[in-house]
């Protein structure tokens, strides 16, 4: 089937998880604002037609191939690179496609920039895993170049713990063919912050924690938390006993904000710099302080999801300001030039 478009200018959402969408449409269907979404698993385009007019807006999750999606990648650039050519108004382009699907890229575009990232050697295929790793110090930590909901996150406490991984019946091969070896790094305090950008400005910071090793770290009201995992992303929260009695009791939130950190705060003023260099306009994009006081980026997430506990807690509306950015531009294009 071809994708669905509308008689008239329209919000068209290109995405591949409709369990992610319903915070977002119901903040455009409260603003007024039509929109029709495009699911990145089926359909087709005619390259001699012209786009419906509108604005696009990419939703495309590095986690796509765990919902059996292993093409929305794929997908995506078509039909992003077709409504571009045209000149059409895009939120979170082709070009932010590219650091959604590969961790290298993100990596290398913030190291040049002077942040300070994981030492990190990315592995095509399995041939040099086990000769890579040797330069790399024990324990360290594994994961997918295209990632998203912890895929391939793992921490080897030996160069022989890995290697029997690595050419075992059990090795996890990423969808792209690249994995990546990284330096185990200790967390000052056991949680990772997740700064989110609307329409590129700080918006506010999410404190989650990780006491519990959990490394899918979804904020959406869809996700459930996982039990415990391998790793918590690229951390390690030093000091636990795990045979210490444990006194059950509720469970503190996963999600909380981190009311210190601003606008002002130095690390977030580089990022939205950052970020608005390369046309990333929508993102949440993580970072941890290690326990010799690195500030370590790791993560940027241009599909990002909001947590309704944080929210609910302090009276944030993200869909709302998604919402807002995405009517201003349906505005701007086509009402004003209708006047």
Known sequence: MTLRTADRPTVYILHENPEWLPPFTRALDEAGVPWVDWELS??????TQAPPEGIFWSRLSASSPSRGHAHAKEVARSVLRWVEAAGRRVINGSGVVEFEVSKVAQYVALAAEGFDVPRTVAVFGREELVERAQTLPAPFITKHNQGGKGLGVRRFDSQEDFAAYATGDDFEEPIDGVTLLQEHLVAAEPFVTRAEFIGGRFVYAVRVDTSGGTFELC???ACAVPPAGF??????????????PIELQAPAPLFTERTEI?????????????????????????FFETADGRVVPYDINTNTNYSPDVEAANGYRAANAVSALLAGELAERYLAAAV
Do not use: M, N
């Not at 601003?262 to 690390?267: G, Q, V």
């Open 42 to 47: 089926s359909g087709s385009i005619d390259l």
């Open 219 to 221: 904020p959406a009201e």
């Open 262 to 286: 601003t606008a002002a705060h130095p690390l977030i003023v580089r990022l939205e710099a950052f970020l608005a260099a390369r046309g990333i306009e929508i993102a949440g994009v993580e």
């Open 231 to 244: 790793a918590p992303a690229v951390c390690e929260v030093p000091g636990a006993e795990a045979s210490q």
